[in-house]
Structures are given as structure tokens and as C-alpha cells.
């Protein structure tokens, strides 16, 4: 914990990196995000059981939104988010949650057609990448 909260008392913005993480032990940028940059926090907020369940993934995300933004060393910084596979509906979603203040969602290779009930409410500048 001494690191990570170093870590937040340098940074001016956050990155909550929202993915299986049986996909970022396979990714290197995911894995360069999570383990090299300044300020990013890693969740892994599926199971087998509720994968699809991105309203449940994302109030699981919205929770440990809200933790963050209560740490003393966190307060002034700007949180985004980093999505892929189901996780990117999840940021998405969550996203649309004013008090939350995202200031940006990257969706990589995602499924943003499972938020598709929330996406005319991202307000945050997002950014949509595809695999080949």
C-alpha cells in the first residue's frame, strides 16, 4: 500500500484499468499500464458467473471509483478509464455516472453494444480501438 499511495501522491491523473485478468496477464500494454505508469489501479471485478453482467460490473466499478476519489492522495487527480472485453462495457456504463467526474474512457477491442442502454449518456471523451 506504501507504493501505491506514493504513487497517488504524485499523480495528477489515474488510470482504473477495468479488465479480466486473464486478458492483462496476456496483454503488454495492459500489463505496461498496470504494473509501469504513474497512478493506474488494476480491477478485476468479474467471475465466471456474472461476465455479462455489466450492470453488475459496473456498479462494481462505480464502487471502487468512489474508494479511490476518498483517498487523500487521489482527491485532486483525474480519473479514467481503460476497459477491454466486457470490462470496457462496464467503464462505459459507469462512466455515465455524473458525480464521478470521468474524464475519459479508452474501450479496447470491447463490447460497448452491451452498454448500449447508457452510451448516449457518456459524456466523457472516449476512445473505441479494434483488434485484428
Sequence with gaps: MAYLSQQLATARSLLVINEPLRLADHHEPVRYLALREAGPNLFDL???GNVFDIEL????LVEATRWLATQQEAREARIG???AST????ALWAATEAEL????VVSRGGRPDLAAARLSAVSAPTLSTAES
Design 87 to 90: 470490462g470496457a462495457a462496464a
Design 46 to 48: 468479474t467471475d465466471r
Design 101 to 104: 467526474d470521468i474524464a475519459a
Design 81 to 83: 478509464y481503460f476497459g
Design 57 to 60: 460490473l459496473s456498479g462494481r
